[in-house]
């Protein structure tokens, strides 16, 4: 898993390969994600300039924060198609 240092540069952009690891999600999911929708938030700059913010990658995370189960189930069918 990549680390990221206390203090850390919101800004940085990730490459696909270190964004993938430090979300413990294969490049595949990410891939499928940037189609799909649910995914972290990505800059995207020409055909294969692909990178993630660390400040967004963070931002992803948190928002799946919950302090139990149900809370999850019932947020997970909100968001339901």
């Not at 055909?47 to 799946?64: H, K, N, P, Q, V």
Request: no cysteine; charged share 25%.
């Amino acid at each position: 898993m990549i680390q990221l240092e206390t203090k850390y540069d919101p800004n940085q952009l990730i490459k696909q390969e270190a964004a993938a690891a430090f979300l413990e999600l294969s490049q595949k999911t990410l891939e499928k994600w940037r189609h799909t929708g649910g995914g972290p938030r990505f800059v995207k700059r020409g055909s294969r300039f692909i990178r993630y913010r660390a400040a967004d990658l963070i931002e992803w995370i948190e928002g799946g924060l919950v302090a139990s189960t149900s809370e999850a189930t019932a947020r997970d069918a909100q968001h339901a198609y």
